[in-house]
T-cell receptor
Framework: SQTIHQWPATLVQPVGSPLSLECTVE??????LYWYRQAAGRGLQLLFY??????ISSEVPQNLSASRPQDRQFILSSKKLLLSDSGFYLC???????????FGSGTRLTVV | GENVEQHPSTLSVQEGDSAVIKCTYS??????FPWYKQELGKRPQLIID?????GEKKDQRIAVTLNKTAKHFSLHITETQPEDSAVYFC??????????FGPGTRLSVLP
């Protein structure tokens, strides 16, 4: 069966520090991968998606970047965090067939 | 591109009553409509979905109906329980496209 791992679960970082969040998927190949951000009490904002290794599409201009160095690994990064980067970050995957997304357990990032 | 609206934004019901959340979409090419439940501090989880070739799907106390002509679909929860309290998100998509999520509905089931 397929599983998705996301870490860390919580993170408190100072303004201006770097960020690296990692997501890996097991039990599937060539998944579509996504990074979402959710501000407190708000909806799901798509940040990046990837349909294959090295293929990254950005939905909104921002202080963040994403990379997909391996088929089942998706990384969200920032060189210098801003206060506005605080939020709940969710990784998700989807197979090639039409079906639902499966979300990781999320990372709660607080920038102080 | 696709646009998904969701109503109401908040909904309070008494335990045992029914709850209905409605979503409308704009792209007639959309053919897959999932619903997600997100409990406080947790990840969204898929609870039910429907494809455009059916008009209704039911799974125990939850059901989803789809009206392709009017481009809207609804989530129905019967005999609500306190554990149904959560934020519910609808989404619309078609093959090869990303999901477009609605803004969410916060459901509170009052004892």
């Amino acid at each position: 069966s397929q599983t998705i791992h996301q870490w860390p679960a919580t993170l408190v970082q100072p303004v201006g520090s770097p960020l690296s969040l990692e997501c890996t998927v097991e039990g599937t190949s060539n998944p579509n991968l996504y990074w979402y951000r959710q501000a407190a009490g708000r909806g799901l904002q798509l940040l990046f998606y990837s349909v294959g290794i090295g293929q990254i599409s950005s939905e909104v201009p921002q202080n963040l970047s994403a990379s997909r160095p391996q088929d089942r690994q998706f990384i969200l990064s920032s060189k210098k965090l801003l206060l506005s980067d605080s939020g709940f970050y969710l990784c998700a995957w989807r197979g090639q067939r039409l079906g639902g997304y499966t979300f990781g357990s999320g990372t709660r990032l607080t920038v102080v | 591109g696709e646009n998904v609206e969701q109503h109401p934004s908040t909904l309070s019901v008494q335990e045992g009553d029914s709850a209905v959340i409605k979503c409308t979409y704009s792209d007639s090419a959309s053919n897959y409509f999932p619903w997600y439940k997100q409990e406080l501090g947790k990840r969204p989880q898929l609870i039910i979905d429907i494809r455009s070739n059916v008009g209704e799907k039911k799974d125990q106390r939850i059901a989803v109906t789809l009206n392709k002509t009017a481009k809207h679909f609804s989530l129905h929860i019967t005999e609500t329980q306190p554990e149904d309290s959560a934020v519910y998100f609808c989404a619309a998509t078609s093959y090869g496209q990303n999901f477009v999520f609605g803004p969410g509905t916060r459901l509170s089931v009052l004892p």
